[in-house]
Structure formats: structure tokens, C-alpha cells
């Protein structure tokens, strides 16, 4: 019997861990809109990019290429409408917002 493992039943939630990645409401937005663009056939897998500067939800239309999409969160925008990004495949921006819901409200993702 391994005595090193432990079972963490209550972990504590963090404010200043929730810092660096979405809020759970944010990621239910971001995955709601993925089952309907899988479900749909656009988007095929996604992935996450987390750094100390931002954290990006990666969308992909095949898992062997570079990512179609990336909706990003900055923890420290320059700017307050640069809080929330959507990026293509060079890191061009294509939209901005400060609220996540307006980014990604009544976008044609085919033609972005």
C-alpha cells in the first residue's frame, strides 16, 4: 500500500489561484458555444494555452494542424477591451471585448 497518496475531498477554493486561468462561468460560455460548433462539424478538438500573461481556449478543425481559433483572456490588459480576445492562426486579433459573452455573441465563425 502506497502511503504517499492522499484524497483531497474539500478542496479550497483560491482566489489568487482563479487568477490565472477562467472563471467557471467563462469556460461554461467557451464550451457551450464548442458542443455546438462540433455538433455543427467546424470544430473537430480544442486545447489550452496557460501562461502567467493570459490563458488561450485553442480551437482546432483537425488535431494535426495549428489552431483555426484562440479565445483568449489577459489577466493584465494594456487596454480594458483588450481583456478578452479571439485570434486566428498567426496571432492576428479579430475581435476584442471586456466582457466575454459580447465576444463571442452572434459571431459568423466561418467568416472570421
Known amino acids: 500500500m502506497n502511503r504517499n497518496l492522499k484524497l483531497v475531498i474539500n478542496n479550497i477554493y483560491s482566489e489568487k489561484n482563479s487568477q ?3 472563471e ?7 464550451l457551450d458555444l464548442y458542443a455546438k460548433m462540433v455538433s455543427e462539424g ?11 500573461k493570459q490563458v488561450g481556449f485553442c480551437v482546432f478543425k483537425n ?3 495549428n489552431a ?5 483572456k489577459n489577466f493584465k490588459p494594456i487596454n480594458k477591451n483588450l481583456k478578452y ?6 496571432d492576428k486579433i479579430l475581435k476584442n471585448s471586456s466582457e466575454l459573452k459580447i465576444l463571442l455573441k452572434n459571431i459568423n465563425w466561418k467568416k472570421l
Open 20 to 22: 490565472y486561468f477562467f
Open 24 to 30: 467557471k462561468y467563462e469556460l461554461k460560455i467557451i
Open 42 to 52: 467546424s470544430w473537430k478538438d480544442y486545447g489550452l494555452n496557460i501562461s502567467s
Open 63 to 65: 488535431a494535426t494542424e
Open 68 to 72: 483555426m481559433y484562440k479565445i483568449c
Open 85 to 90: 480576445l479571439i485570434t486566428d492562426s498567426k
